[in-house]
């Protein structure tokens, strides 16, 4: 079972930043180096990718087949297919501020997420402000932290390794569960989410993730692999239609 599986990133500690931290845009124009410099980057209009998540569902394990369609810089739609299941796809994603079948903040902070590990900066659909935060201490080696917000006040944590500066790691905070009538209860403990990114490979000069690893504090709930990415590719528009 996933749920099984060690983190590959186990922070132990994050030292908060001394008198004088280190520029976040320096470390971030670092990590898009490494991803293949500004002019790659830049040059990226449009992105095809596909591949498959298992995703944990009580207690069976789903296979699940995907294409996401993304145009930058906000339109973005991902097509979910569980083979084994006889209901057609689920559809979800947004064209700036038009949505696609689901909520709107979900869609954009998972968009949000998949842009930092690829580019290491933010897009016009879901943009954030970036603050330094400190350095977290691993087995694996050093991580500067970066604190990124975005829109109704949230908020995820951005790690890239100093010794290859791509970006390895978010965290952020799940909101909290819907209520149920009864007495009150008190509130649950927030769960930290923790999304890895791992297996860098080279796409058209530049490198980004083909393994994806989504936990909730210490327990993976989905891992995702990328079979292709296809960047400049013609997307229909009809897909970011509602």
């Known amino acids: 079972m996933l749920k099984s599986l060690a983190l590959a990133f186990a922070v132990s500690a994050v030292v908060l930043a001394q008198s004088a931290p280190p520029d976040p845009a320096a470390i971030l124009a670092a990590a898009r180096e ?3 410099g500004e002019k790659a980057l830049s ?19 789903v296979p699940i087949e995907f294409e996401i369609d993304i145009e930058l810089p906000d339109k973005y739609v991902r097509k979910d297919e569980i083979p084994a299941q ?68 949230a908020t995820m944590r ?34 930290e989410m923790r999304l890895f990114f791992a297996d860098y490979r080279e796409v058209d000069g530049m490198k980004w993730p083909f393994r994806l690893r989504r936990a909730e504090g210490a327990d993976t709930v989905e891992e995702t692999s990328f079979d292709r990415f296809r960047v400049n590719a013609k997307v229909d528009p009809k897909k970011f239609r509602p």
């Open 43 to 61: 040059s990226v209009k449009t992105i095809v990718a596909t591949g498959r998540t298992q995703q944990v569902r009580g207690n069976n394990l």
């Open 34 to 36: 490494a991803l293949g």
């Open 86 to 153: 006889e209901s057609g796809p689920s559809i979800a994603g947004f064209s700036g501020d038009t949505l696609i079948q689901t909520k709107a903040t979900v869609v954009k902070q998972d968009f949000a997420r998949l842009m930092l590990a690829m580019f290491a900066t933010s897009f016009s659909g879901y943009p954030l402000t970036f603050a330094y935060v400190g350095q977290a201490e691993a087995p694996q080696g050093k991580a500067d932290v970066l604190e990124a917000k975005g829109a109704e006040n």
């Open 158 to 191: 951005l790690f890239i390794t100093q010794a290859t500066h791509l970006p390895i790691l978010i965290t952020w905070q799940a909101p909290p569960p819907p209520g149920r009538g009864g007495p009150p209860q008190p509130p649950a403990a927030p769960k």
